[in-house]
């Protein structure tokens, strides 16, 4: 459901920043929930105080744990995937 129709923020969004253990003030700077007309801050703090009360799922942001992604041999030697750099266009 879209809480905030201004910045569309739907409440499933609040929820996760919630869930990440952000308060109420935080995931207003993030997203810019009830900074505009104002009318959506009361459901969106009902939200955040709902999802605040049940322990932290996830983090939003975990850039220490980025891996590169391998590729699969046949793949990489594949005919319709172009890899070899000594192929030539005709």
């Not at 955040?48 to 983090?59: D, K, L, T």
Request: net charge negative; glycine share 6%; with cysteine.
């Amino acid at each position: 459901m879209i809480v905030c129709v201004c910045r569309r923020v739907s409440d499933k969004e609040i929820a996760r920043y919630a869930h990440a253990g952000m308060s109420f003030d935080e995931i207003q700077f993030e997203l810019g929930v009830g900074l505009q007309c104002g009318c959506c801050e009361g459901c969106a703090r009902d939200v955040v105080e709902q999802c605040s009360a049940s322990r932290p799922v996830a983090a939003l942001r975990n850039e220490a744990a980025v891996h590169p992604v391998q590729l699969a041999t046949p793949i990489l030697e594949s005919k319709a995937w172009n890899s070899s750099p000594l192929s030539s266009v005709a």
